[in-house]
């Protein structure tokens, strides 16, 4: 069912308004302008008592951090509380690369959920040069894992056992991938040093990912947090329902200004790292035209705040707390709110085969504070956009 899009009037009809208004302009007539104010005061009352909601179907997350231990305790509830469903990272340490591992953190997951949660996490294995046909099939048998993530080794945060050589070492798998209908979920940067920082995506897709396309046309691959234009034409020219992107809230929001503004903002920093200002408006461009080959995925990546603020700071913003008002303000922004729920909540689903989340969540257009922090036992979490005011808040069904 498409949105619905609700403003609801003050308790004070129209027409009472008016006539109050109408009754004290001719009996304030001539009188000073303290008096006057009491017919501005109405007017304003007539706007801010009008309140906007949209009712949406349930989002899903497709590419969500949560780490494990205390930090996963800490995280999971803010993204239980959104999403339905979320395809959940494997970048742990040791990493997930088996399904018997990935059933197992799987079980984390649900135990660390509040209680009469009905989140559910997808589950992914972590690609290795070392990784075989086998464990694919295996990894389709078991019901719990949707996706095989490809990070070349380097490339971001627990990336050291990732893939040094993908035609060479990982094609039978890739093949195997095919058979199955399982997707690849790619970490698009090229690793070589000698490659300068903001051209890492561009020069994947070159390098990779269309020689890549070319050789198994049948994959399915999920181009993550995408931060470029040239993704977004590597996406759009791409065959429809084997190749999609996913897209943050903070590409959509910041460019590369972001990380220097009055000083090094290590809470701004992620990978693949915020580019220039063209490349976010060609994001934006692509994700609020209605095109079902962009989706929703945070790469909600939290890091505690001892190690984001050091002398070798961790990529990753913690999006979780606050990422739907921010996709909603994009969406604002472009005029195309009425296009919200696809990207969110339809796009997402239908790409991976799955049924569309048949529960309702509510956003509603009243501003609110972030929080500075949130603190835990181990220490603290810094959110996106911490204690900036937001004019969207989600309610809860």
């Known amino acids: 069912m498409p949105q619905q899009l609700h403003v609801r009037p003050s308790p004070i009809g129209d027409r ?11 009996s304030l007539w001539g009188m000073k302008s303290p008096e006057l104010k009491i017919e501005r005061s109405l007017n304003k009352l007539k706007v801010k008592s009008a309140r906007m909601e949209l009712t949406i179907t349930q989002p899903d997350d497709w590419h969500l951090h949560l780490r494990d231990g205390d930090l996963l305790k800490a995280v999971v509830p803010h993204s239980a509380s959104t999403f339905g469903r979320a395809i959940v990272m494997p970048n742990l340490k040791p990493p997930v690369t ?3 591992a990935a059933i197992a953190y799987r079980e984390s997951i649900l135990k660390a959920l509040p209680s009469g949660s009905s989140f559910d996490p997808l589950m992914t294995l972590y ?16 019901g719990v894992v ?3 993530k490809l990070y070349p080794a380097g490339a ?10 993908l035609f060479g070492k990982c094609l039978p798998v890739l093949e195997e991938m095919v058979k199955q209908n399982m997707p690849l979920l790619v970490h698009g940067e090229v ?14 897709i070159e390098m990779i990912l269309q020689p890549l396309i070319h050789r198994l046309p049948a994959l399915k691959v999920v181009m993550e947090h995408i ?36 000083g090094l903002q290590p809470h701004s920093y992620c990978l693949p790292v915020l580019k220039r200002e063209i490349h976010r408006e060609a994001i934006v461009k692509a994700v609020t ?4 080959k962009f989706f929703l995925g945070t790469d909600s990546a939290p890091h505690e705040r001892k190690r984001k603020e050091s002398s070798c700071g961790c990529a990753g913003i913690y999006s979780a707390p606050v990422s739907l008002p921010l996709y909603a303000k994009v969406f604002e922004e472009a005029g195309a709110l009425e296009k919200l729920e696809a990207f969110t909540s339809f796009n997402g689903p239908d790409f991976y085969g799955l049924p569309r989340n048949s529960s309702k969540i509510r956003l509603r257009k009243s501003p609110w504070k972030v929080p500075e922090a949130f603190s835990f036992s181990f220490g603290e979490i810094i959110p996106m956009f911490a204690g900036e005011t937001l004019q969207w808040q989600t309610l809860s069904g």
């Open 16 to 26: 009472q308004l008016c006539f109050r208004s109408t009754f004290l302009k001719n």
């Open 98 to 100: 088996r399904t018997a």
């Open 127 to 142: 690609l290795t040069d070392t990784t075989s046909p086998s464990e694919i099939k295996l990894a389709r048998k078991s």
């Open 146 to 148: 949707y996706a095989v």
């Open 156 to 165: 971001t945060t627990n990336s050291q056992d990732g893939v040094t050589d």
């Open 191 to 204: 690793t070589d040093p000698d490659v300068d920082v903001f051209d890492r995506e561009k020069i994947f």
């Open 227 to 262: 931060t470029t234009m040239d993704a977004v034409k590597f996406v759009e020219s791409s065959k429809e329902g084997f190749v999609a992107a996913t897209v943050t809230p903070q590409h959509l929001l910041l460019n590369r200004n972001a990380l220097f503004r009055g």
């Open 289 to 292: 035209s209605g095109s079902n």
